[in-house]
């Protein structure tokens, strides 16, 4: 789908230059209509051009307006807002800076692509899902659903696929049993395991706190941690 919309954008350039080619085209040759119909033909191009005027100084503002943190001026680092933004899950505010703060020590620290688990659940896009895989380029189990089925509608299954994929991220959460979230980490080869606001937001407190026993037998290492995330590595 996303190709389609930056296809779509690059149609739009193209477009404009070829409008602009054609005006200058058939603009003289109006001049060899009738009266009514050149004033016509020059009433609409002129309300069309100014119509057209009115996005650019109209929506550029609102667009801008349009985004987690307002007073972060303009910049190419698409991280900064997190120093600052907020998002609210299950009725409760969270700060955005420790996910900032634990993905740019994942960047730093974690070579090659390991695979990490990290929530499926959340509302779409302003949750920061998928967040781990968006600022790290690390591979997770699994993205935004959504955005999953529709960029692979044509593997078969698909759809049973990415649900089974869901119910097993659940279970890694939220299962109390420590063989179970073994069986689950081996299937995918997960290497890191991610717990933060969205984790602690959607799964059960108790599933969660098993990774802290996990740790103490051994069986996981906590790597880094900081008031609002915890990253465990697998040991094998």
């Known amino acids: 789908m996303n190709t389609v919309f930056k296809f779509y954008l690059q149609v739009w350039v193209l477009l404009g230059v070829s409008a602009a080619v054609t005006l200058v085209w058939v603009a003289p040759r109006t001049f060899r209509w009738s009266h009514t119909a050149r004033r016509w033909w020059w009433g609409l191009l002129l309300a069309l051009l100014f119509a057209a005027a009115l996005y650019p100084l109209l929506a550029t503002r609102a667009r801008v307006r349009d985004r987690y943190v307002r007073e972060i001026g303009p910049t190419l680092d698409g991280m900064t807002f997190l120093s600052r933004a907020t998002t609210f899950q299950e009725g409760q505010e969270y700060a955005l800076k420790w ?23 959340g509302m779409p896009y302003r949750s920061l899902r998928a967040r781990v895989a968006t600022y790290t380029g690390l ?14 509608s044509a593997v078969p ?20 049993d420590v063989a179970e979230a073994l069986e689950v980490l081996d299937r995918y080869d997960v290497d890191y ?17 098993k990774f802290r026993r996990m740790a103490q037998m051994g069986l996981l ?15 094998r």
């Open 221 to 235: 290492q906590q790597v880094y941690a900081n008031p609002d995330v915890v990253l465990y590595r697998v040991v």
């Open 157 to 176: 299954h698909i759809d049973a696929i990415i649900r089974k994929r869901e119910q097993d991220v659940a279970t890694l959460y939220n299962t109390l």
């Open 193 to 209: 395991i991610y717990v933060g606001h969205l984790e602690r937001a959607y799964y059960a407190p108790a599933g969660l706190e």
């Open 99 to 121: 996910d900032l703060e634990a993905l740019r020590w994942m960047r730093a620290h974690i070579a090659g692509s390991p695979v990490v688990a990290e929530a499926t659940a």
């Open 139 to 152: 591979p997770i189990i699994l993205g935004y659903p959504w955005h999953q089925q529709q960029q692979r």
